[in-house]
């Protein structure tokens, strides 16, 4: 009888399922390397702010409060909370990479985006098999691209008075629409009562909780939320 192999995904197959985000992170790195020169970052600075920040709207944010001479510690702690949700996509990817081990874990979630998860999810969705080496080949093309992109922002930055000008700034507004729609097309076609109405329940707590807490709690509250009806709502299953 012929020993049936166990499919595995590659990082090069990781670095193929990068490609959209990639083809986002060159618009919105190139306007977040822009708006940074036109607060007087240097170049070194913007490459180092890619590097250990990684976050396009954490950086965006850091510019902006830069611009009107924020105090360290204000931005140190906006930055914090508004990549608070990380916490919440690291746990829910942490089940699946249980073969992992310490140092491949840390490199998983430090390198762990809104738009890598978003991808990830996607394939989990399909029942695809998951590999350590098809997640950094994922993470690590999106957070080279991401870096590149910011260093040319930056070198372009004095030639270009404004990123909005250029549509720049819809970069990351136009990906998030992509990978969201990619990432529910799959269970709304299976389960679409489900979907629909974990979708709603989050859209409405995240509207209500606006009214009275930051956006960044809001998120957070509204994402916590939508999976505790997704868990309630999974009795048919």
Same mark, same amino acid.
């Given at each position: 009888?012929?020993?049936?192999?166990?499919p595995?995904?590659?990082?090069?197959?990781?670095?193929? +399922?990068?490609?959209?985000?990639v &083809?986002?992170?060159? /618009?919105? /790195?190139?306007?977040?390397?822009?708006?940074?020169k !036109? =607060?007087?970052?240097?170049? $070194?600075? %913007?490459?180092?702010? !890619?590097?250990?920040?990684?976050a396009g709207?954490a950086?965006?944010?850091i510019?902006?409060?830069?611009? %009107?001479q924020?105090?360290?510690?204000?931005?140190?702690?906006?930055?914090f909370?508004?990549?608070?949700?990380?916490? &919440?996509?690291?746990?829910?990817?942490?089940?699946?990479?249980?073969?992992?081990n310490?140092?491949?874990?840390?490199?998983? /979630?430090?390198?762990?985006?809104?738009?890598?998860y978003?991808?990830? +999810?996607?394939?989990?969705?399909k029942?695809?098999?998951?590999?350590?080496?098809?997640?950094?080949?994922?993470?690590?093309?999106?957070?080279?691209?991401?870096? =590149?992109?910011?260093i040319?922002?930056?070198l372009? #930055?004095?030639?270009?008075? !404004?990123?909005?000008?250029? #549509?720049?700034?819809?970069?990351?507004?136009?990906? $998030?629409?992509?990978?969201?729609? &990619?990432?529910?097309?799959?269970?709304?076609?299976?389960?679409?009562?489900q979907?629909?109405?974990v979708?709603?329940?989050?859209?409405?707590?995240?509207?209500?909780?606006?009214? =009275?807490?930051?956006?960044?709690? !809001?998120?957070?509250?509204?994402t916590? $939320?939508?999976? $505790?009806?997704?868990v309630?709502?999974?009795?048919d299953?």
């Amino acid at each position: 009888m012929e020993k049936q192999m166990k499919p595995t995904i590659t990082f090069r197959e990781g670095v193929e +399922a990068c490609l959209p985000t990639v &083809l986002g992170y060159l /618009g919105i /790195g190139l306007a977040a390397g822009v708006v940074g020169k !036109s =607060v007087g970052l240097s170049v $070194f600075s %913007i490459l180092m702010m !890619s590097v250990f920040i990684y976050a396009g709207s954490a950086q965006f944010i850091i510019c902006g409060m830069i611009a %009107i001479q924020a105090p360290v510690a204000s931005i140190v702690f906006t930055a914090f909370l508004v990549n608070l949700r990380h916490f &919440l996509m690291s746990m829910s990817v942490a089940p699946h990479f249980k073969q992992a081990n310490l140092w491949e874990s840390i490199g998983i /979630g430090t390198l762990l985006t809104d738009e890598s998860y978003g991808v990830l +999810a996607t394939e989990l969705a399909k029942k695809q098999t998951i590999s350590v080496a098809w997640m950094n080949g994922l993470n690590v093309m999106a957070y080279l691209t991401w870096i =590149v992109a910011t260093i040319i922002g930056g070198l372009i #930055g004095e030639y270009i008075p !404004s990123a909005e000008k250029f #549509g720049l700034d819809f970069a990351l507004i136009a990906m $998030f629409i992509g990978l969201f729609v &990619l990432q529910v097309d799959l269970p709304i076609r299976k389960r679409t009562r489900q979907t629909i109405v974990v979708l709603v329940s989050v859209c409405v707590s995240l509207y209500l909780m606006m009214a =009275v807490l930051s956006p960044e709690l !809001s998120v957070l509250i509204a994402t916590l $939320f939508g999976c $505790f009806v997704g868990v309630v709502t999974n009795h048919d299953n």
